[in-house]
């Protein structure tokens, strides 16, 4: 790679970072819905380049409005160009102002092009001997490359110095302008000579030199040999007007009226202040959190949040480690209105952290940490743990002294592993935000700090450090733990007087947030802490199983193939399917590849063998990783036992998401994820009992529509799939087929999801207007459907947001975005969630019902064990079956009361499977 000049002056193509930083990922929004992405990626990529080269001048230049002097000359330049997407037009000003804000020098001139700019600096810095530095990725800027001129494309790490142009092109510097002008632009409409490609081109520039020099020896063109040689003098001819046109068209400019002082382009210290607004206004956290020293960062936009940025976080906190600190302190719990606390432990796994100290707020700035099993060497002396606990225990396990924290669900649940018992769970930070708004920002509390309270706190790995090095809470010096666990408390307690009162504003949050969310931790608590029996041998025996037949379904590859390869290799699969195969490419990736998606498989396997290979590959390869390989090592020693982490504040909607494992992934269509809930087992004299909700998402839906002939259906008892086919193909409910029945259950299900034709057409894998006519058929059935959903689009548009039944929020940033694909797929979740959100709601109200239940009965009558999307699985003694069935069905029916029957279905067996 070409050697760069120390210090050189750097130019930046501003008007090409922002079109690529515009197509590439991730497509960024901020919580307003305004886009972010391209700014971003232009920021990110100038940061990069600041810290690669650490410049002393640089400029970042970018197109002005309006024409150039291009499109005098010739004015179809560039009109096959589209006009620039709106929101990539709202993007630029503040791109424009974060660059200022960061010191960088920005010009932009009025009638020429960034290129042009660009070339004049670097014409003014060639006549210093001044060494320059051009940041593109456009090709043309090649003809501006010299001894003191070198180009550098970021994205590809190439760097063309006047022999890196010779060997990427074929021809030096000095020939782009002949080479560019002789082929054309499509792209800048550049017309060229008609027929010369890049090959053509380069053989005449190679053979006989420029383009002058072509026309002076016209008839030594046809002896060159290259196809269409002997008509090229004839064409050159014909053409020559347009091909001077071209050549002054893709000639870069070299005199624009800039500044010629090159000094004058220093860069000038941050503007740090303006930089945390307008990062705080784009919501870039990361760097904000880089920025943030002490500073209050202005407030994101979230619905109904306050702008004024708060004080200065000051704490003053103290470490206890004398008895008459303690009791202080236990004075002042007893006495607090609310007090914040907080766990210290060994892991992040509830069912493994050993407690290693609790802090406590109960003012805003008045925090303390309370070491216990600090175990470095050279760690002070601790209380008595047997101690503080007697002082302890009475506070936390009382439901009058009320308390708030953040993710209180794993502190109590690490304090259950001690012996105590944590009450009086007023507030949780982590949810009340996520009441307030499930998709404004993460529920963690150092991006509630940042984004709420302007704080960066303390990263554990600041004090733990990173990696296979880092410490465990119990092996860090107190000089450093104490700040971090006393802040945790402390940021809790601020946060909670942040975000409570924005919660309070509506009756309906606080209702989600009373009734649902805060008495769903002890559920969660005490089902994770259950956990579920494993048959580990069953689970190595399908191991094996899908083992073998990976092996077979990679024979049979190789077979379709005519040759090896690895099936989980995206580059040789591309290969084999698009280059060797010539299956048609369906999709590209961001980077231009052709895509190897499940979606693209799935539609290539409609007509070719080898993607339903590899489909059904990957499916049984990820099951084997996901679950027969990993849930026999999740089996917990002490409990010989599985427990999963439920996560209350993950999805927008408010279903439940689970990790380590995953329990809402295992699949039920196939037989290979069937017999993976074989292996979830009750204890001997026990019996796995399910109780699953019976359509709960179209009941929702008939009522939220009001829509007659769904009321009818489900007031009636009948199939509803049945119902819609007898409807949609206008025959006697009798007469419904099978095949009639699976199609309107895809219609059903699709118009939930927001399904259009195309994608209801590709599901049944019929035409798409003979999809289009169920729909139509559908809409004109059940009439309701269709208001509601036309309503329910109207209304999240006006009011940014939809709801769920029970007043739970769902706000839709894309709703109003001026790109069409994020428009239309916020107004797909539109209809979606409210459905979705209020299943939720309704299957969490379930569990707290049911849970109030089960406080009559002993563990080992019924426990309990799983919430899986619309079910919840239980182990209840097998002579109870039949008696708490009927119970639990009755509970869970009366969770909400819709205008059609709430069903509950249940049945019982000797695992998860045959219980389903």
């Not at 230049?61 to 709202?90: C, H, I, Q, W």
């Not at 379709?560 to 698009?578: D, G, P, Y």
């Not at 080898?610 to 679950?627: C, D, Q, V």
């Not at 209020?838 to 009965?857: G, P």
């Amino acid at each position: 790679m070409p050697q760069i000049p120390e210090n050189p002056l750097i130019l930046v193509d501003g008007s090409s970072y922002l079109f690529r930083a515009y197509h590439a990922p991730p497509h960024l929004t901020n919580s307003q819905g305004e886009a972010t992405g391209a700014i971003y990626g232009v920021i990110n990529m100038l940061k990069s380049l600041v810290k690669q080269f650490d410049p002393s001048h640089m400029v970042v230049v970018f197109d002005a409005k309006g024409p150039t002097f291009r499109n005098d000359m010739y004015s179809e330049y560039k009109a096959n160009r589209p006009p620039m997407p709106d929101d990539l037009r709202t993007q630029i000003e503040p791109i424009h102002e974060i660059i200022k804000a960061m010191g960088l020098p920005l010009v932009s001139i009025a009638g020429v092009e960034a290129d042009d700019v660009i070339g004049t600096f670097s014409r003014i810095a060639t006549e210093q001997k001044r060494h320059v530095l051009i940041s593109t990725g456009d090709k043309d800027m090649a003809q501006l490359v010299n001894e003191h001129v070198t180009l550098i494309n970021t994205m590809t790490d190439t760097v063309l110095d006047p022999a890196g142009v010779e060997g990427k092109f074929g021809i030096g510097p000095e020939l782009i302008i002949d080479f560019l002008a002789l082929m054309g632009d499509k792209v800048d409409n550049i017309p060229g000579v008609p027929g010369v490609g890049e090959k053509t081109a380069l053989a005449m520039l190679q053979g006989l030199g420029s383009i002058k020099e072509l026309y002076a020896n016209l008839e030594h063109i046809a002896p060159l040999g290259f196809r269409g040689s002997k008509s090229m003098a004839k064409k050159l001819e014909e053409h020559k007007a347009q091909l001077e046109l071209s050549y002054e068209l893709a000639t870069i400019k070299l005199d624009c009226d800039v500044e010629e002082d090159l000094d004058t382009f220093k860069i000038q210290p941050v503007d740090k202040d303006r930089l945390i607004e307008l990062y705080g206004q784009c919501e870039f956290k990361r760097w904000l959190a880089e920025l943030l020293d002490g500073k209050a960062a202005p407030q994101s936009a979230a619905p109904s949040a306050t702008s004024a940025p708060q004080p200065e976080i000051v704490g003053n906190y103290e470490t206890i480690l004398t008895s008459e600190q303690l009791n202080i302190w236990v004075e002042k719990l007893k006495g607090a209105e609310v007090m914040a606390f907080d766990t210290e432990t060994t892991s992040l796994d509830y069912m493994q952290a050993n407690l290693v100290g609790m802090s406590f707020a109960v003012e805003v700035g008045e925090a303390a940490y309370l070491p216990l099993a600090h175990d470095y060497m050279g760690a002070p002396e601790q209380l008595d743990k047997q101690l503080v606990f007697e002082l302890l225990q009475p506070i936390l396990e009382n439901n009058n002294i009320k308390k708030v924290g953040q993710n209180l669900k794993y502190d109590k649940s690490v304090l259950a592993r001690a012996g105590i018992t944590l009450n009086g769970i007023e507030f949780d930070t982590m949810l009340e935000s996520y009441v307030f708004n499930s998709v404004g920002t993460r529920h963690d509390m150092d991006s509630l700090a940042l984004k709420f309270l302007g704080h960066k706190n303390i990263s554990f790995e600041d004090i733990a450090g990173k990696g296979k090095k880092q410490l465990t809470f119990n092996q860090i010096e107190l000089e450093k733990a104490a700040p971090y666990a006393a802040e945790d408390a402390d940021i809790t307690l601020r946060l909670h007087q942040h975000l409570w009162p924005l919660v309070e504003k509506e009756a309906s949050l606080v209702s989600v947030f009373r009734d649902i969310e805060l008495p769903l931790i002890n559920v969660l608590s005490d089902m994770e802490r259950t956990g579920v029996k494993i048959d580990s041998t069953m689970l190595g025996e399908q191991s094996l199983e899908i083992e073998k037949r990976l092996a077979e379904l990679e024979q049979e590859a190789y077979a379709l193939a005519e040759e090896e390869f690895n099936l989980s290799s995206t580059k040789q699969l591309q290969a084999i399917l698009f280059e060797k195969q010539g299956l048609p490419i369906l999709k590209k990736t961001p980077k231009g590849a052709p895509s190897t998606a499940e979606e693209v498989l799935q539609e290539l396997a409609h007509d070719y063998p080898l993607p339903k290979l590899i489909i059904e590959h990957r499916g049984l390869a990820k099951l084997k990783s996901t679950y027969t390989d990993k849930l026999p090592k999740l089996i917990n020693d002490e409990t010989q036992r599985v427990h999963t982490s439920y996560h209350q504040a993950v999805t927008a909607t408010g279903r439940l998401s689970s990790t380590d494992p995953n329990l809402q992934n295992i699949p039920i269509r196939n037989e290979a994820g069937r017999r993976i809930r074989q292996a979830f087992v009750a204890d001997e004299n026990h019996m796995i009992l399910a109780a699953d909700y019976s359509q709960i998402e179209l009941r929702i839906m008939a009522h939220l529509s009001q829509d007659k002939g769904l009321l009818s259906a489900f007031a009636a008892g009948k199939d509803v799939h049945s119902a819609t086919a007898s409807e949609v193909f206008s025959v006697p409910l009798e007469e419904v087929t099978s095949d009639m029945r699976r199609k309107a259950k895809a219609v059903n299900f699709g118009l939930i999801y927001g399904m259009s034709a195309f994608g209801l057409a590709r599901q049944l894998d019929i035409p798409r207007n003979e999809a289009q006519h169920y729909m139509d058929k559908y809409f004109e059935r059940f009439p309701g459907v269709l208001e509601y959903m036309e309503s329910t689009r109207e209304k999240a548009a006006e009011q940014g947001y939809v709801e769920t039944l029970f007043g739970r929020r769902l706000y839709l940033p894309d709703i109003k975005a001026r790109n069409g694909a994020r428009r239309k797929a916020a107004e797909r979740a539109a209809i979606n969630a409210p459905m979705q959100g209020t299943a939720a709601d309704i299957i969490k109200k379930a569990m707290i019902k049911v849970h109030q239940w089960l406080q009559a009965h002993s563990q080992d009558e019924i426990k309990l064990l799983m919430q899986v999307h619309d079910e919840l699985v239980f182990e209840v003694k097998a002579d109870k079956v039949a008696e708490f069935s009927e119970h639990i069905c009755r509970l869970m029916s009366e969770a909400a009361t819709l205008d059609v029957p709430l069903v509950v279905e249940a049945d019982h067996g000797d695992n998860w499977e045959q219980a389903h």
